[in-house]
């Protein structure tokens, strides 16, 4: 499967972004879609993440009440909706899939789309 991720871009503090996966090559089900982050001079870490029947949702503790991530099968794409930004959210944002679990580790994805600027100013 080939993800693409989209949305990104420059807001300041306490805006909002939404980011878009779509996947291409295969359906998204029965995956489940992760979010991950990597900003400069910092290890990629895991932002949330969705079962393929939307049943289970995970979200690194500095970014719930902010972050949402949903998912549409019927059109292939899973969303996260970023609000109340912070310029620590600043990163490149990459969508990843997987087989099995809701995981917060990268090694566990096995699919994953180039990745996505987002730039949050103070």
């Known amino acids: 499967v080939?993800?693409?991720?989209?949305?990104?871009?420059l807001v300041q503090a306490g805006g909002s972004l939404g980011l878009s996966c779509a996947a291409?090559?295969?359906t998204f089900s029965?995956?489940?879609?992760?979010?991950?982050?990597q900003?400069?001079?910092k290890e990629r870490e895991f932002v949330?993440?969705?079962r393929w029947n939307a049943n289970s949702t995970k979200y690194k503790n500095t970014v719930k009440g902010r972050f949402t991530i949903t998912r549409d099968n019927a059109k292939n794409t899973v969303n996260l909706q970023m609000n109340s930004l912070k310029p620590e959210d600043?990163?490149?944002y990459y969508c990843a899939a997987r087989y099995g679990h809701v995981?917060?580790?990268?090694?566990?994805?096995?699919?994953?789309?180039?990745?996505?600027q987002v730039t949050v100013s103070s």
Do not use: D, N
């Open 48 to 50: 949330a993440a969705i």
């Open 39 to 41: 900003a400069p001079g």
């Open 90 to 92: 600043t990163a490149i």
């Open 30 to 37: 029965p995956y489940v879609t992760g979010w991950f982050r």
């Open 24 to 26: 291409s090559g295969r």
């Open 2 to 9: 080939q993800l693409q991720a989209s949305g990104g871009g």
């Open 103 to 116: 995981s917060e580790y990268k090694s566990h994805y096995h699919y994953w789309g180039r990745g996505t």
